[in-house]
């Protein structure tokens, strides 16, 4: 089982439709969790942070399962600005400095 | 604040080639990153340092060597490129267990 899982999709979405995705990590002792947004032949940009309680920016939720091993994105009235992929990353599995990235999630926004 | 900086942006190389992948960040983060990533792929690790002074093996290391110069700096060399190492190439760094800043990538391409 890879160590951070995500659907590659593409999700194929209207404007204003809601969008989800799921994050599956393997470790239970990852103790940082992160959402990326990734443009074409661009680079990572954070998007936000996963705190334990949640979190919401805008049209931005976050939201973090330590039981079942997953963090959550939620897109509200998505934009067609919000086509890109999707990347979750999880930190300090197993106590390394290194931070592992999912594969990413494509979502396609149309009109 | 440049935030995250790499040069060249692209470059073109025969088989063979060697050349130096630059980085440099102003954020006095202790960690830094080189990953590669490919068409369909996700971002593999190929090099991490921890700290200024010491480095380490990612995931896909074998024909890279990297050597962090400073805090500042640290820079990827192919010593004799392979078209197997056509690649978007990202630098990061980090601050602890916190969120990475990626650069603006270097599109190689090895004929």
């Known amino acids: 089982r890879k160590e951070v899982e995500q659907d590659p999709g593409p999700f194929n979405v209207p404007e204003g439709a809601t969008v989800a995705f799921n994050c599956t990590y393997s470790n239970s002792a990852s103790q940082s969790f992160f959402w990326y947004r990734q443009d074409c032949r661009k680079e990572p940009k954070l998007l936000m942070s996963?705190?334990?309680s949640g979190n919401e920016d805008g049209r931005f939720t976050a939201q973090l399962n330590r039981a079942s091993q997953y963090i959550s994105l939620l897109i509200r009235d998505s934009k067609l600005s919000d086509s890109a992929t999707y990347l979750c990353v999880v930190n300090n599995i197993g106590g390394s400095y290194i931070p592992t990235f999912g594969r990413g999630t494509s979502l396609i926004v149309h009109p | 604040n440049a935030g995250v900086t790499q040069t060249p942006k692209f470059q073109v190389l025969k088989t063979g080639q060697s050349m130096t992948l630059q980085c440099a960040q102003d954020?006095?983060?202790?960690?830094m990153y080189w990953y590669r990533q490919d068409p369909g792929m996700g971002l593999r690790l190929i090099y991490y340092?921890?700290?200024?002074?010491?480095?380490d093996k990612g995931e896909v290391p074998n024909g890279y060597n990297v050597s962090r110069l400073n805090k500042r700096e640290f820079s990827l060399r192919l010593e004799s490129a392979a078209p197997s190492q056509t690649s978007v190439y990202f630098c990061?760094?980090?601050?602890?267990?916190?969120?990475?800043?990626f650069g603006p990538g270097t599109r190689l391409t090895v004929l």
């Open positions: 990061a760094s980090r601050a602890s267990y916190n969120e990475q800043f």
């Open positions: 954020m006095n983060h202790n960690s």
């Open positions: 996963v705190y334990s």
């Open positions: 340092s921890a700290s200024e002074g010491t480095t």
